[in-house]
């Protein structure tokens, strides 16, 4: 039996840059830290009782005899793609709703794989885990996604993810002073709009628009360089890191007419208005979780505008994928786990 926890995380800028079809020729860069909300899998080698051979709970129940007949994409695609050999069950848990735009689905799959390579009897890196997640989603599964999600939800923590040229991906932990840190996180509001979407299909449109969309995307990019500067350097405003962000905010909204909608205007109209220096809509956009950023001062007019809204405590968190319980198990007095072909 195995368990692991993986982090959601939540995208400050270079949003769009992270997609094949644009970093391979152009480059792209995203600044980005995951936070205290988590998918959880608990997952087991399934005892020869049952006349099934795979369980899978999340907000269904799978009970099938083999792996083509699993409709779950990831859990299909993982079992796929490493030759799992053994029969299974798995139970998903998450800290926050699917399609809100916090990664969620590359948080899952991340975990999974994780998952399974301890009940094969493996330690994956977290460069392996981020890479085959990437393979699953972009190439098994065939869903528009870009390479960001993996990374941050693998490897955990404050960093800089930079993309291209060709398919060449770097991660870089940001250094930060603790104060800054501490100021950056406690002028954060993160709020759910109430609205699930499935980002791929926004995300369909976004790899369509690239081709005219390119000086947007180089617009974006450039923003993590100023950001960046901001975190590093001693003695910048950090509120200048909050009217970055609805800079950025601008430039997504040209990305295509289904980032955002009237909920979501207004919703942001009412933070603004009431003193936040800038936000965003996490994710494609569309729905899902909204961020602000709004100075220690003007933090309590920000929260009664978004009364009607449901706001969420978060923190940030550096560990990524992890286990954190593992286990052989015995039926009948003998160990399950073997090594794969014995």
């Given at each position: 039996?195995?368990?692991?926890?993986?982090?959601?995380?939540?995208?400050?800028?270079?949003?769009?840059?992270?997609?094949?079809?644009?970093?391979?020729?152009?480059?792209?860069?995203?600044?980005?830290?995951?936070?205290?909300?988590?998918?959880?899998?608990?997952?087991?080698?399934?005892?020869?009782?049952?006349?099934?051979?795979?369980?899978?709970?999340?907000?269904?129940?799978?009970?099938?005899?083999?792996?083509?007949?699993?409709?779950?994409?990831?859990?299909?695609?993982?079992?796929?793609?490493?030759?799992?050999?053994?029969?299974?069950?798995?139970?998903?848990?998450?800290?926050?709703?699917?399609?809100?735009?916090?990664?969620?689905?590359?948080?899952?799959?991340?975990?999974?794989?994780?998952?399974?390579?301890?009940?094969?009897?493996?330690?994956?890196?977290?460069?392996?885990?981020?890479?085959?997640?990437?393979?699953?989603?972009?190439?098994?599964?065939?869903?528009?996604?870009?390479?960001?999600?993996?990374?941050?939800?693998?490897?955990?923590?404050?960093?800089?993810?930079?993309?291209?040229?060709?398919?060449?991906?770097?991660?870089?932990?940001?250094?930060?002073?603790?104060?800054?840190?501490?100021?950056?996180?406690?002028?954060?509001?993160?709020?759910?709009?109430?609205?699930?979407?499935?980002?791929?299909?926004?995300?369909?449109?976004?790899?369509?628009?690239?081709?005219?969309?390119?000086?947007?995307?180089?617009?974006?990019?450039?923003?993590?360089?100023?950001?960046?500067?901001?975190?590093?350097?001693?003695?910048?405003?950090?509120?200048?890191?909050?009217?970055?962000?609805?800079?950025?905010?601008?430039?997504?909204?040209?990305?295509?007419?289904?980032?955002?909608?009237?909920?979501?205007?207004?919703?942001?109209?009412?933070?603004?208005?009431?003193?936040?220096?800038?936000?965003?809509?996490?994710?494609?956009?569309?729905?899902?979780?909204?961020?602000?950023?709004?100075?220690?001062?003007r933090r309590k007019a920000v929260r009664e505008a978004l009364q009607k809204s449901l706001l969420v405590p978060i923190r940030f968190e550096y560990l990524g994928a992890h286990v954190i319980f593992?286990?052989?198990?015995?039926?009948?007095?003998?160990?399950?786990?073997?090594?794969?072909?014995?």
């Amino acid at each position: 039996m195995i368990i692991t926890r993986t982090p959601y995380r939540v995208s400050f800028f270079g949003g769009g840059t992270d997609f094949p079809s644009y970093y391979e020729e152009h480059g792209g860069s995203v600044l980005s830290c995951t936070i205290n909300r988590y998918s959880y899998l608990h997952c087991r080698i399934l005892p020869p009782f049952f006349d099934h051979k795979y369980r899978i709970r999340y907000f269904r129940t799978e009970r099938v005899g083999s792996i083509d007949e699993i409709a779950h994409p990831s859990v299909r695609e993982c079992l796929r793609f490493l030759n799992y050999p053994y029969p299974l069950e798995v139970l998903h848990s998450g800290d926050i709703p699917a399609m809100s735009g916090i990664g969620s689905s590359s948080s899952f799959t991340v975990g999974f794989l994780l998952a399974l390579h301890g009940l094969m009897g493996r330690m994956a890196t977290k460069r392996e885990l981020a890479l085959q997640a990437i393979e699953v989603e972009q190439n098994r599964i065939g869903e528009h996604v870009g390479s960001q999600d993996q990374f941050a939800a693998a490897f955990g923590g404050f960093n800089r993810i930079d993309f291209g040229p060709g398919r060449q991906i770097r991660i870089t932990p940001l250094i930060i002073s603790p104060q800054k840190l501490a100021r950056l996180q406690n002028n954060l509001l993160f709020c759910f709009s109430g609205i699930s979407r499935h980002s791929s299909e926004i995300q369909t449109v976004h790899i369509r628009n690239i081709p005219d969309r390119k000086a947007e995307l180089a617009d974006m990019k450039a923003l993590v360089d100023e950001a960046q500067s901001i975190l590093n350097q001693p003695g910048a405003d950090m509120d200048a890191f909050g009217r970055l962000l609805d800079t950025a905010w601008k430039i997504k909204r040209r990305f295509s007419d289904k980032v955002t909608n009237d909920l979501l205007d207004d919703t942001y109209a009412s933070a603004m208005r009431a003193g936040a220096l800038g936000g965003k809509v996490c994710g494609a956009g569309g729905g899902g979780f909204m961020m602000f950023y709004v100075p220690g001062h003007r933090r309590k007019a920000v929260r009664e505008a978004l009364q009607k809204s449901l706001l969420v405590p978060i923190r940030f968190e550096y560990l990524g994928a992890h286990v954190i319980f593992f286990a052989h198990e015995e039926v009948a007095g003998k160990q399950i786990y073997q090594e794969p072909g014995q």
